[in-house]
């Protein structure tokens, strides 16, 4: 069992940045890839970024690749989001998901296994 915790959430206007954190509970943080989603209202939940277990393996969207960057510490059992140059479309609850590493990233939502809560980012124009 994993149990996730985001934080980092917050109103910034265009053009700032945050940082998303995930904690990760127990000690087999380092077996799962990490993924954040997002979902605005009215809309569904969407693939942000994602990393693999050892942090070689990276992939993004396509609207926030050179503005948002994923990373994971596994000795503090945390994967971050850091948010730069932030959009109002960025506006959504932000969600950290992990699933149990078999070799490959996914993107869909239904494969991950565990979710946190949900961190509020909003962008004013």
């Known amino acids: 069992q994993v149990q996730l915790v985001e934080s980092g959430g917050g109103s910034v206007q265009a053009g700032g940045s945050l940082r998303l954190s995930c904690a990760a509970s127990?000690?087999?943080?380092?077996?799962?890839?990490m993924g954040w989603f997002r979902q605005a209202p009215g809309k569904e939940r969407e693939f942000v970024a994602a990393?693999?277990?050892?942090?070689?393996?990276?992939s993004y969207t396509q609207s926030v690749k050179g503005r948002f960057t994923i990373s994971r510490d596994n000795a503090e059992n945390t994967a971050y989001l850091q948010m730069n140059t932030l959009k109002p479309e960025d506006t959504a609850i932000y969600y950290c998901?992990?699933?149990?590493?078999?070799?490959?990233?996914?993107?869909?939502?239904?494969?991950?296994?565990?979710w946190g809560q949900g961190t509020q980012v909003t962008v004013s124009s």
């Open positions: 998901a992990a699933d149990f590493a078999n070799g490959r990233i996914y993107l869909e939502p239904r494969a991950y296994e565990y």
């Open positions: 127990g000690r087999t943080f380092n077996r799962y890839n």
């Open positions: 990393i693999s277990v050892s942090g070689g393996i990276t």
